[in-house]
């Protein structure tokens, strides 16, 4: 196990709220980093927000770990230390946490590693928790499964120039080392270390295990050398629990829990809830087999059940609804590390002008050392008389909570005006997305503060049945601050038409063009210039996903053969993986509210799927929850019914739906 992970947040998480990340903090120089604020300190690290810099205007943010002083009195430690991040700095996968740099500055072991902006499991868990939101959604649960089954089946199989398998195993998949970006990425953070620390006898046995014994496998428990099958028993563990909404290995002591694994019967999903899919059943206890030849032999083995689960439960596994779901659950939280940063980035600027040209090994005159023991390692840069009295008054400013921090951002604003400025876009129609360098940042009509004068970037603005604009700005180095500019949308100027094999296919079947559900095989208005995900549905075939792009007034013309659905691969999905956190499943089956009016008598059944853009909401029809949008394939007898839609802040929508006699029903909700 890590001692690091067990005593420390994922490191690559740096959204995430732990120890130590609202104290007040001076960046100060590393090296060739600026630590930006300190994001938690652990037994054996603490953890750094930090501003990588180079020529050219680079900038970067990454994650550092640096060890801490007493532990650079352990040779043993952090020879291994430095070995196997080495090797965990060799791998690059989408699914993983990139590591840039292992190094020393003044005697201080540290880690460089990519920023995930996000959170980990935990964090997530909990703050729906906060929100009450009572399902974790099942289509997010199995992207994550999925994500981490890729990252794992690549660094599992990873070898070195010559060919020898370099046999890395994680040895510490849990809830704290997987992360879900902002975005919607997921990545497996800590690769390496906590092999390292697997092998290091340092410290004490509780404080490596504490928090992380519920997901070992049965040999990692019982102390015996492990392997690669070892992650996707954790991973395993991590599933059952995001699709029963239960805990599966809780002992009232760590013996207790490790009692569990190695001895105990699990229990089946359908034991929790009759209704959960028996395909997936299979996939879950096949990875959670006692016997690791029993289990799955590779991850990729696992990831391609779970793939092929999802096809033919005719599930939506999207990123971009997972970055949907994540920005609308940590809204508030968003917002304040985006005024955290851009506080911090005021002062890096202001000690960058002071300092002069970044260097990977600056002298020793910029550095000061602390006084009291125990203690080593650079301090904030000692200012001249010009910056002196500012950079003292910054902790008290920051201390004195809003009035104080207002205050002190208004004294940046002023302290950088000479670099930074600002520009104001405004849209017909309003409502528009608007992209800076290719990061999402506000909606039209806008004004984006904290932007470089005197440097190019790409400015974009995107709306829903609109022409995209994309045009290179630069805000004037000598001008006025702010430079404000007004696109006319014009509407989407792409058609997508949709030929369907064998014909009898293409009876009854439809388009879902970027989340956005068309009657019939024809799709209009869309921007020309983007690539479109489009997906093909027709009820008693399994659906196909393709992607197309065209140039405007184009009507491009594609070709799709379905494949018609075996009977054991239609699998209605209502309240499949939607327990209430922590809640038996005899608990959480939802009865018809009253004043919901029952409907009529069954004339036949049909299916309903139900969506939401601008968000994410907890669906319910009649009365009985169904999960969190997007819920598909929900079967229910034809006729009348009332859906309702409700948010995680409690607004609710409701709207009649008729579902057709052996067809689809769809309805999307405008949150």
């Given at each position: 196990?890590?001692?690091l992970?067990a005593?420390?947040?994922?490191?690559?998480?740096?959204g995430?709220d732990?120890?130590?990340?609202?104290?007040?903090?001076?960046?100060?120089r590393?090296g060739?980093y600026t630590?930006?604020?300190?994001l938690?300190?652990?037994?054996?690290?603490?953890?750094?927000?930090?501003?990588?810099?180079?020529?050219?205007?680079?900038?970067k943010?990454?994650?550092i770990?640096?060890?801490?002083p007493?532990m650079?009195?352990d040779?043993?430690f952090?020879?291994?230390l430095?070995?196997?991040?080495r090797?965990a700095?060799?791998?690059?996968?989408?699914?993983?946490?990139?590591?840039y740099?292992?190094?020393?500055?003044?005697g201080?072991y540290?880690?460089?590693?990519?920023h995930?902006h996000g959170?980990?499991?935990?964090?997530?868990?909990?703050?729906?928790?906060k929100?009450?939101?009572?399902?974790?959604?099942?289509?997010?649960?199995?992207?994550?499964?999925?994500?981490?089954?890729?990252?794992?089946a690549y660094?599992?199989?990873r070898?070195?120039?010559?060919?020898?398998?370099?046999?890395?195993?994680?040895?510490?998949?849990s809830?704290?080392?997987?992360?879900?970006?902002?975005e919607?990425?997921?990545k497996?953070v800590?690769?390496?270390i906590?092999k390292?620390n697997?092998?290091?006898?340092?410290?004490t046995k509780s404080g490596?295990?504490?928090?992380?014994?519920?997901?070992?496998?049965?040999?990692?428990?019982?102390?015996?050398?492990?392997?690669?099958?070892s992650?996707?028993?954790s991973?395993?563990?991590l599933?059952?629990e995001?699709?029963?909404?239960?805990?599966?290995?809780?002992?009232?002591?760590?013996?207790?829990t490790?009692?569990?694994?190695?001895?105990?019967?699990?229990?089946?999903?359908?034991?929790?809830?009759?209704?959960?899919?028996r395909?997936?059943e299979?996939?879950?206890?096949r990875?959670?087999a006692?016997?690791?030849?029993?289990?799955?032999?590779?991850?990729?083995e696992m990831?391609?059940?779970?793939e092929?689960?999802?096809?033919d439960?005719r599930?939506?596994?999207?990123?971009?609804?997972?970055?949907?779901f994540?920005?609308?659950?940590?809204?508030?939280?968003?917002?304040r590390q985006k005024?955290?940063?851009?506080?911090?980035?005021?002062?890096?600027d202001?000690?960058?002008?002071?300092?002069?040209?970044?260097?990977t090994n600056?002298?020793?005159?910029?550095?000061?050392?602390?006084s009291?023991?125990?203690m080593?390692?650079?301090?904030?840069?000692?200012?001249?008389s010009?910056?002196?009295?500012?950079?003292?008054?910054?902790?008290l400013?920051?201390?004195?909570?809003?009035?104080?921090?207002?205050?002190?951002?208004?004294?940046?604003?002023?302290?950088?005006?000479?670099?930074?400025?600002?520009?104001?876009v405004?849209?017909?129609?309003?409502?528009?997305?608007?992209?800076?360098?290719?990061?999402?940042?506000?909606?039209t009509p806008?004004?984006?503060?904290?932007?470089?004068?005197g440097?190019?970037?790409e400015?974009?603005?995107?709306?829903?049945?609109?022409?995209s604009?994309r045009?290179?700005i630069?805000?004037?180095?000598s001008?006025?601050?702010t430079?404000a500019?007004t696109?006319?949308l014009?509407?989407?100027?792409?058609t997508v038409?949709?030929?369907?094999?064998?014909?009898?296919?293409?009876?009854?079947?439809?388009l879902?063009?970027?989340?956005?559900?068309?009657?019939?095989?024809?799709?209009?208005?869309?921007?020309?210039?983007e690539?479109?995900a489009?997906?093909v549905?027709?009820?008693?075939w399994v659906?196909?996903?393709?992607?197309?792009?065209?140039g405007?007034?184009e009507?491009?013309?594609?070709?799709v053969?379905?494949e018609?659905?075996?009977?054991?691969n239609?699998?209605?999905?209502?309240?499949?993986?939607?327990?209430?956190?922590?809640?038996p499943?005899?608990?959480a089956?939802?009865?018809?509210?009253?004043?919901v009016?029952?409907p009529?008598?069954a004339?036949?059944?049909g299916k309903?799927n139900?969506?939401?853009?601008?968000?994410?909401?907890?669906?319910?029809?009649d009365?009985?929850a169904?999960?969190a949008?997007?819920?598909?394939?929900i079967?229910l007898?034809?006729?009348?019914?009332?859906v309702?839609?409700?948010?995680?802040?409690?607004?609710?929508?409701?709207a009649a739906?008729?579902?057709?006699?052996?067809g689809?029903?769809?309805?999307?909700?405008?949150?």
């Amino acid at each position: 196990m890590s001692e690091l992970s067990a005593n420390a947040p994922s490191p690559g998480a740096a959204g995430a709220d732990h120890t130590g990340s609202h104290e007040a903090f001076s960046p100060v120089r590393f090296g060739k980093y600026t630590l930006l604020r300190r994001l938690a300190k652990g037994g054996m690290a603490e953890l750094y927000l930090a501003l990588q810099r180079s020529v050219a205007d680079f900038e970067k943010l990454v994650v550092i770990k640096r060890i801490l002083p007493q532990m650079n009195q352990d040779q043993a430690f952090i020879d291994m230390l430095l070995h196997e991040a080495r090797v965990a700095a060799t791998m690059t996968h989408p699914n993983i946490v990139q590591i840039y740099d292992v190094g020393q500055v003044d005697g201080l072991y540290y880690i460089a590693m990519e920023h995930a902006h996000g959170e980990d499991i935990r964090s997530i868990v909990r703050q729906m928790k906060k929100k009450g939101v009572a399902y974790f959604p099942f289509e997010h649960a199995l992207g994550i499964a999925i994500g981490i089954c890729a990252g794992l089946a690549y660094a599992h199989e990873r070898r070195n120039l010559d060919g020898t398998p370099l046999r890395i195993v994680h040895r510490d998949i849990s809830p704290q080392n997987v992360i879900m970006t902002y975005e919607g990425d997921v990545k497996v953070v800590d690769f390496g270390i906590a092999k390292s620390n697997a092998q290091n006898e340092a410290g004490t046995k509780s404080g490596r295990l504490k928090g992380k014994v519920p997901y070992m496998s049965p040999e990692q428990a019982r102390g015996e050398e492990v392997d690669h099958r070892s992650d996707i028993f954790s991973t395993g563990v991590l599933l059952f629990e995001l699709t029963t909404g239960r805990r599966l290995f809780r002992g009232a002591s760590e013996y207790d829990t490790l009692k569990m694994i190695c001895e105990s019967e699990y229990p089946l999903p359908t034991q929790l809830n009759p209704e959960y899919p028996r395909a997936l059943e299979h996939i879950v206890m096949r990875a959670l087999a006692k016997n690791r030849d029993q289990r799955y032999s590779s991850a990729r083995e696992m990831q391609a059940d779970l793939e092929a689960f999802v096809h033919d439960s005719r599930l939506v596994v999207s990123e971009m609804q997972r970055g949907e779901f994540m920005s609308d659950l940590f809204a508030e939280k968003l917002e304040r590390q985006k005024e955290m940063l851009q506080t911090g980035k005021a002062l890096a600027d202001i000690l960058a002008i002071e300092a002069g040209p970044y260097d990977t090994n600056p002298p020793p005159s910029m550095v000061t050392y602390p006084s009291h023991p125990g203690m080593s390692g650079p301090q904030p840069i000692v200012p001249t008389s010009r910056f002196r009295a500012e950079l003292v008054a910054i902790p008290l400013l920051l201390a004195l909570g809003g009035g104080g921090f207002f205050a002190y951002q208004k004294y940046t604003a002023v302290q950088t005006a000479a670099s930074r400025g600002a520009l104001s876009v405004t849209t017909d129609p309003p409502g528009a997305a608007i992209w800076i360098d290719g990061d999402l940042r506000e909606s039209t009509p806008a004004t984006l503060d904290g932007l470089p004068r005197g440097k190019t970037f790409e400015l974009k603005v995107s709306k829903d049945g609109f022409e995209s604009h994309r045009e290179k700005i630069t805000l004037d180095a000598s001008g006025t601050a702010t430079k404000a500019v007004t696109y006319t949308l014009s509407p989407g100027q792409l058609t997508v038409e949709v030929a369907v094999e064998p014909a009898e296919a293409a009876t009854g079947a439809s388009l879902v063009v970027d989340g956005k559900p068309f009657e019939g095989l024809r799709a209009s208005k869309l921007a020309s210039g983007e690539s479109h995900a489009i997906e093909v549905k027709s009820v008693g075939w399994v659906s196909q996903k393709i992607a197309a792009q065209g140039g405007a007034f184009e009507t491009k013309k594609v070709t799709v053969t379905l494949e018609r659905e075996k009977a054991s691969n239609v699998n209605a999905l209502p309240n499949v993986g939607k327990l209430p956190l922590g809640v038996p499943s005899a608990s959480a089956k939802t009865t018809a509210s009253a004043g919901v009016v029952a409907p009529p008598p069954a004339a036949g059944k049909g299916k309903l799927n139900v969506g939401a853009t601008g968000g994410w909401c907890n669906v319910a029809v009649d009365g009985a929850a169904k999960g969190a949008t997007p819920v598909a394939g929900i079967e229910l007898s034809s006729g009348n019914h009332t859906v309702t839609c409700t948010t995680s802040e409690g607004k609710s929508l409701s709207a009649a739906v008729n579902v057709p006699v052996d067809g689809v029903a769809r309805y999307k909700f405008t949150l």
